[in-house]
C-alpha cells in the first residue's frame, strides 16, 4: 500500500499555471482536438472558404485559413485569454446558443499547450494584426499585412507537457484523426468549400455542393451521390434530414451511420439505432446501412455544455427524435424502390401471371401455415390462359424454388419469401385472442426498467402479449397468441428487454421473430401449387424483401445463361 504524506492532503488553491495546464489538457489532448476547435470558429465566423494545413500529422503544425469575419486589434489582444467568447454574455445564453464553439476555452487551451500565432483582419481593406502567444505567456502583438479573414497558426504542440507529448501516436495516425474531424465538419456545411494539405500536398479539396455530393466526396470509401438519397421528418421544436444510400450499399460496420445535431457530429447511440431501425427489412442481419442523419433543434430543447469538447448531447425530447429519424428513414425508402428485382416487379404483377406444374405433376410436400396460405378451395387455378406464364420447375438445393418466365429464369428463396408473407399478415391483423400460459415466463428488470415496461403493457397485450407485475422489478409473461406461442422463452424475455429503449420498433422485431418460426424452412418439400401461391404473394409485395432485409428472389436473364455456355441467342 502506498503511503501518502500527510501534508499532501491539505486542500491548496492551484497556481494559476497548473490550472490553466490541467483546463488545457481537457479541450486539447491530440493535434485532431486542434483541426476541430479552429474550425468551429472559422465556420462561426462566417467562411465560405476554409484551408487546413498540417505538419506531422499536426503534431508540428496546425494551421487554418478562413475567409470569414475576421477580428481587429482589440479583438486579438482577448480572444486568446481564458474565457473569452463573443458568443454568450450571460448564463440564460447557454440555453439559446446556436454557435459551435461558445465556451471561450479553445485558444486559450491552445496558447498553453503550444505556440499559437493569429493574423486577423476585420474586412477588406482594413488593417491586419498579429498576435503570438507561447506557453500561455504574450510574446507580442503588431500590425501586419493581411486580407479579410483569419489564420491562425498552432505549432510545437505539448512542448512543455512532456507526459502529454510521449503518448500522441506516429504522424500518419494523428493525420487520418485530423482528417476525420476534417470530413465531419465538411459533411455537416456543405456550403463551405474546404481544402486539407498535408505536408504541404493537397489531400482534399471539397468545393460547395448539394449533401449527396459533399458526403460522397468528402466520405469516399466507394459512396456514390447516385445512390444517396434524401428525406425529412419534422416534430415539435426540431426537424431531421437523413441522406441515406440504398441498401445495396451496405456495410459490415456502422462507421457510415453518422448523426450531426445543429451541425455538430455526436455519438448519439440511440439516433444510430433509430437510422438501423428504418432499414429494417431493408438490410440483412449482419450488415449496416449508410445513413447521415441531421437534426436541427431549438438550442433550447438540448444541452452540449456537458463535455469540454462538447463531444456528448443531452435532449429533453430524445424518443420524439428517435421517431422522426425512423420516419425520415421511411419516407427515403417508401419513395424509392431499391431492389434490382423491381423491373420484374413491375412487370410480373400478380393479374398477370399463369402456372403450369412440371410434367410429371409431381408433390413434394403440403402447404404449411394455415391461415397465411389460401385453403384448397381458394387456390387460384394453376391453368389460367391469359397472362405472363410462370412455369414451376421444381425445387433446388432444398430452399429455392425455380420458375421460368417467358425470357428469365427466377429463383424464389422459400423460407424469406414465406416470412415476409407471415410478417405482413401479422402486421395487419386486428388484436389477437390470447392464451394464457400454465407456467408464466419470469422477466427480472432494474427498478428503471420495470418503470419502462409498466409504461408499456397495453402496447404488449395490443399484438398479443400480456404482462403481468409482481414487483417494481420482476414481471410475468402470462398470456400469449397462437403466433407468438411458437418463440422460444428467452426470444419472448429479450423481446420485452429489448423495447426499452426503442420507439415502436420492437412490435416490429416481435413480428419478425414469429414469422421466422412460421414459416416454410430450408430443407421442406414444396408442392407445385404451394410454389405457384408463393411466387403470387411474393409478386404482391411493396418489399421485395424478407423483414430482415435478405432479398426475397434472384433472376437470371435468358441472355445471361446464353453467354455463360458462349451460345448466340
Known amino acids: 500500500m502506498i503511503e501518502v504524506p500527510s501534508s499532501s492532503r491539505r486542500i491548496k488553491i492551484l497556481r494559476d499555471e497548473v490550472s490553466r495546464k490541467i483546463a488545457a489538457g481537457e479541450v486539447i489532448d491530440r493535434p485532431f482536438s486542434i483541426v476541430r476547435e479552429l474550425l468551429d470558429n472559422a465556420i462561426d465566423a462566417g467562411a465560405s472558404a476554409i484551408d487546413v494545413h498540417l505538419e506531422a500529422g499536426g503534431i508540428w503544425r496546425v494551421r487554418v485559413v478562413d475567409d470569414g469575419c475576421g477580428m481587429d486589434r482589440e479583438d486579438l489582444e482577448l480572444c486568446w485569454q481564458p474565457h473569452a467568447t463573443s458568443k454568450i454574455v450571460s448564463a440564460d445564453d447557454l440555453l439559446t446558443v446556436t454557435s459551435l464553439g461558445f465556451r471561450g476555452e479553445a485558444l486559450s487551451s491552445m496558447a498553453v499547450a503550444a505556440r499559437l500565432e493569429i493574423v486577423s483582419a476585420a474586412g477588406e481593406g482594413s488593417a491586419a494584426s498579429r498576435v503570438i502567444v507561447r506557453g500561455g505567456k504574450l510574446l507580442g502583438i503588431e500590425s501586419c499585412q493581411g486580407k479579410r479573414g483569419t489564420a491562425v497558426d498552432v505549432s510545437e504542440l505539448f512542448f512543455d507537457f512532456p507526459a502529454r507529448r510521449k503518448f500522441l501516436k506516429g504522424a500518419s495516425a494523428e493525420s487520418a484523426l ?214 414451376f420447375l421444381g425445387q433446388v438445393f432444398n430452399v429455392f424454388l425455380v420458375f421460368e418466365l417467358e425470357d428469365r429464369l427466377l429463383f424464389l428463396d422459400q423460407h424469406a419469401a414465406h416470412e415476409r408473407l407471415i410478417f405482413e399478415k401479422l402486421s395487419r391483423s386486428g388484436p389477437p385472442s390470447l392464451q394464457e400460459l400454465l407456467i408464466p415466463l419470469v422477466i427480472d428488470v432494474s427498478e428503471h426498467e420495470g418503470a419502462k415496461i409498466a409504461g408499456r403493457m397495453d402496447g404488449f397485450a395490443e399484438i398479443g402479449v400480456r404482462i403481468g407485475q409482481k414487483t417494481p422489478c420482476t414481471f410475468e409473461i402470462t398470456s400469449l397468441s397462437a403466433d407468438f406461442s411458437i418463440l422460444p422463452e428467452g426470444d419472448l424475455i429479450e423481446a420485452v428487454k429489448g423495447s426499452l429503449d426503442a420507439g415502436e420498433e420492437w412490435k416490429r422485431d416481435l413480428r419478425a421473430r414469429a414469422a421466422c418460426r412460421l414459416a416454410i424452412k430450408e430443407g421442406d418439400p414444396v408442392d407445385p401449387v404451394t410454389a405457384s401461391e408463393l411466387l403470387r404473394g411474393a409478386f404482391g409485395l411493396e418489399s421485395p424483401r424478407c423483414p430482415h432485409g435478405r432479398p426475397i428472389w434472384h433472376e437470371l436473364p435468358k441472355s445471361e445463361l446464353y453467354a455463360l455456355v458462349d451460345r448466340v441467342l
Open 178 to 391: 485530423c482528417r476525420t474531424a476534417f470530413t465531419d465538419k465538411a459533411v455537416a456545411h456543405s456550403g463551405i468549400a474546404f481544402r486539407l494539405f498535408g505536408d504541404g500536398a493537397l489531400k482534399s479539396f471539397l468545393p460547395v455542393s448539394g449533401e449527396p455530393e459533399r458526403i460522397a466526396s468528402a466520405v469516399g470509401q466507394g459512396l456514390d451521390a447516385r445512390v444517396l438519397a434524401s428525406g425529412k421528418a419534422e416534430g415539435a421544436g426540431f426537424t431531421v434530414r437523413v441522406v441515406a444510400g440504398d441498401p445495396e450499399t451496405r456495410r459490415r460496420d456502422r462507421r457510415l451511420i453518422q448523426i450531426f445535431v445543429n451541425r455538430r457530429r455526436v455519438p448519439e447511440f440511440s439516433l444510430i439505432q433509430a437510422a438501423e431501425f428504418g432499414f429494417a427489412g431493408f438490410v440483412p442481419g449482419g450488415w449496416y446501412p449508410v445513413a447521415f442523419v441531421f437534426v436541427e433543434i431549438d438550442p433550447s430543447l438540448v444541452d452540449f455544455n456537458i463535455h469540454p469538447a462538447k463531444k456528448e448531447v443531452r435532449f429533453r425530447s430524445l424518443p420524439e427524435v428517435h421517431s422522426a429519424v425512423v420516419r425520415a428513414v421511411r419516407s427515403i425508402l417508401g419513395g424509392r424502390v431499391f431492389s434490382p428485382a423491381s423491373a420484374a416487379r413491375a412487370e410480373l404483377s400478380p393479374p398477370g401471371l399463369s402456372f403450369t406444374m412440371p410434367p410429371d405433376g409431381s408433390s413434394g410436400g403440403k402447404p404449411r401455415a394455415p391461415g397465411i396460405m389460401p385453403t384448397p378451395a381458394e387456390r387460384p387455378s394453376l391453368a389460367v390462359p391469359e397472362g405472363m406464364p410462370a412455369r
